[in-house]
């Protein structure tokens, strides 16, 4: 009995035709994957909702995970974020209208996302800082800022005012789980009234300033020239109470060259000695 051999053309077809099939099972597979599984970036949790049950109380940590088909996966971050905010405007005590910028560190306790996705629904995180978080941070700045003038916001006062907007921030938003941290404030923007005003009380302080220093060096060169005065005044006193006779005789004595004065005598009397004579006596006139 002689055996039918397939052609190599059929033989061919049929394998070409194998490894589509491979193919495209395995895209489905993957593709149909893609429904079930879900990865969680590193520093998120994931809420899980699904239409049938609703928010599921167990949140998923970072990694692979296998989810229903139709869950929807809503992701917060529980490692730090920053955000800035430009120009927003608030009052000082003072009644003036400076603008400021904002930045701060942001994350949300893993406990509390179920309760935040419960309040803002399946939005991403960057549509609550740009909306709620910004309303909130704005109304923490007007209360906080309140009570700085505006000379405050601007000199040494300035990280007090920061660290009082960033308390007043936290109590509000601290509920929803957000906890915030490295609050800082921008240099202020006033606007033209507000800045002439800031320039004359600038220039005030200066020249105030200015006269202070001159006044305490008036003070140090009259206080200079009393002790200088004192000193002199000590130092003749000392000398006065030193001059005894014995003392005076002494420094004659010192500066005394050792020759006899050629006038010499007592009470009303003169004696000038003459050359190679002996000196005679000669009667002092009046």
Known sequence: METVQMPEKKKNNRKIIGGVIVGITIALVVVIATFFIQRIPNGYVGVVYSPNGGVQEDTLGQGWHIVGLFDKITEYPI?????????????????????????????????????????????????????????????????????????????????????EVQKVFSEDVGDLGFIIDDLTIGVPKPDDSTQEAIDARV?????????????????????????????????????????????IQYMWIQKWD?????????????????????????????
């Open 203 to 247: 220039k005030a302080s200066q020249e105030l300033e200015r006269k202070q220093t001159e006044l305490k060096i008036a003070e140090a060169e009259a206080e200079k020239k009393k002790i200088e005065a004192e000193a002199t005044a000590e130092y003749n006193n000392i000398i006065n109470e030193s001059m005894t006779p014995e003392v």
């Open 79 to 163: 490692r730090m974020q920053t955000v800035e905010y430009q120009d927003i405007q608030v009052a000082t005590s003072d009644g003036k209208n400076i603008t400021m910028d904002f930045a701060y560190n942001y994350s949300i306790q893993p406990d509390k996302v179920v309760e935040l996705f419960n309040k803002f629904g399946p939005v991403p995180v960057e549509e609550i800082e740009s909306t709620y978080l910004r309303t909130r941070l704005w109304d923490a700045g007007r209360k906080a800022i309140a009570n700085f003038s505006v000379i405050d916001t601007y000199g040494q006062k300035s990280s007090a005012a920061g660290m």
């Open 258 to 286: 050792g020759k006899m004065p050629k006038a010499t005598g007592t009470g009303n009397l003169i004696q000038i000695p003459l050359e190679d004579e002996p000196a005679t006596t000669q009667p002092k006139t009046n």
